[in-house]
């Protein structure tokens, strides 16, 4: 297996030793280095890589500034002076973490977490104008942070100008409008129900007809969201209905 791999960094000191633990396992092609968020940014943009070693603390911008300015995450691990307390005060799902200084076991440790999700990753399309089930976004809402696969997420609604996302028991807020989001959505599983809501079809339980030719959607979760009279006809079509 290749693993493309970035680092995200503004201690050279860590960078480098970074570098010299990637030595030790040579599946892990290297594509680039960065000292600060934004040329992080336009790295993992311009490589797309599979992996990427971030900073928590740096200058001007942090760590969950970068994950939030990206549509979709890449696997992602924290390398971190903070304390194993301080880290466990955020809610990681998905995200792993390496205490400085790194040790190499632990860092083999994480390598291997890295693996076993790639392999039962689904790749997005090559121009990765869509996100695909498997992608990742990155939510964060006051002192927690979330690392969400698309496919985990049962619907998101309009709040304002921003967007609520709905996955497990959480009702993070995106910092995205709706639009923002349905830009890049898979089709074949996201449904625009409303103006103000979009659905994963995949957790619908149940299909109830509403007033004036509208339905209803009972979603798994215990949620339900009233589709609209023009969007009906289109989900019926959709769903074979």
Known sequence: MNIK???VEDSRLARNE???LIKGHPEIELLGEAENVDKGFELVQASNPDLLFLDINMPEKDGFELLEMLD???ITVFTTAFDEYAIKSFEYNALDYLLKPINA???ALAIAKVKSKLEGAIEVDSERQKLSESS???IKEGEKCWLVKIGEISHFEIVGNYTRVFFNENKPLLY???HQVEE???ETSFFRANRQQIVNTNFVAEVVPWFNGKLKLKMKNGE???VSRRQSYIFRDKMSL
């Open 184 to 186: 890049k959505l898979p």
């Open 105 to 107: 076991k632990r860092f």
């Open 136 to 138: 990742q976004i990155f």
């Open 176 to 178: 995205k409008s709706l």
């Open 5 to 7: 791999a970035v680092i």
């Open 224 to 226: 339900e969201v009233e």
């Open 72 to 74: 979709d995450v890449p």
């Open 18 to 20: 970074l570098k010299e």
